[in-house]
């Protein structure tokens, strides 16, 4: 759990400062509220807060997911911490809205051109699960389709991905991106991997397959992360394709940046681009693979200050 103080400045598009800073474990803390509290009693006042997170959000505001070890509710942690406003914003919306906020020095460069044309914009990660998010700039401000794409079916392209996916689809139903692109994807992979090579799994979490992988001490970890890569480049450029994305694409989450080189190095990039006689348009996209750890944080302000500035305007 990430949780910042934010301040922002002046201008039609104002530059947010990062104030203050921490990192918790979600594990280690009784509720949101507890997290909060302990943020909030080494800072200034504030009146406002905006919660990032993922999962679905009910209309009396609790949260859903399957990934928090407690129950969300914004309107207790109002109550109890005193904020004149809670707000709950879908995670990846969040990560979207910071985009805007991104600079050179935040990014690796993956293909395609330095600088994008206007349009449209993917922001994508694989992480605990597999967040998606498209930024569409307005005249006036933008607006963010927060998604579900990682609900959606695997595809497979090559014999050895078929494989694979007949394998998943024998305990289960439905194969979903996420299943595949994403921490426990990851694992997903390696161990239907071993049950097609007909081997014991020896790497019990995600971790340990890309460290494997990463460090090259096992060839059925280090094609693992290659099938990771090739499905990851392949699921992004039909995403792109889907939403029409010209302002260009931003891969985030917890996992990537941990496997920068490995993905430099890896069929991404020819995954990406292989789409046909579309290829030469996905081209023309730049991919970047975004470094800095304070998105969610940025982001959830961003979203804030665009709110509050149309309200304001609507007045």
Known sequence: MRVGLIQAGSGERPAIDVLSYRKYRCADHSGLDAILADFASHTAPVEDCVIATAGYAMDDGTVISANLPW?????????????????????????????????????????????????????????????????????????????????????????????????????????????????????NLYNALCAIREVAPAHPTPDAVSAAACDGSDPLAIE???????????????????????????????????????LLNSSFVERFLNKGPMGKALQSIPVKLVEHGQLGVIGAASWYLEKSAKQAFAK
């Open 71 to 187: 129950p969300l509710s914004s309107e207790n942690i109002r109550t109890r911490l005193g904020f004149r406003s809670v707000h709950l914003v879908n995670d990846f919306e969040a990560v979207a809205h910071a985009a805007a906020h991104i600079d050179d020095s935040q990014v690796l460069q993956l293909t395609g051109p330095s600088h994008a044309t206007r349009g449209p914009m993917l922001v994508i990660g694989p992480g605990t699960g597999l967040g998606a998010a498209v930024w569409i700039p307005l005249d006036n401000g933008s607006v963010v389709l927060a998604t579900e794409a990682g609900q959606a079916s695997l595809a497979a392209t090559t014999e050895l991905e078929m494989a694979v996916l007949q394998q998943m689809l024998r305990s289960r139903p439905h194969v979903s991106i996420e299943q595949a692109l994403s921490g426990p994807g990851l694992l």
């Open 224 to 262: 693992t992360l290659q099938l990771f890569c090739g499905i990851l480049g392949s699921t992004i450029g039909d995403m792109a394709l889907l939403y029409g994305v010209q302002g260009g694409v931003y891969l985030a989450g917890g996992i990537l940046p941990k496997i920068s080189q490995f």
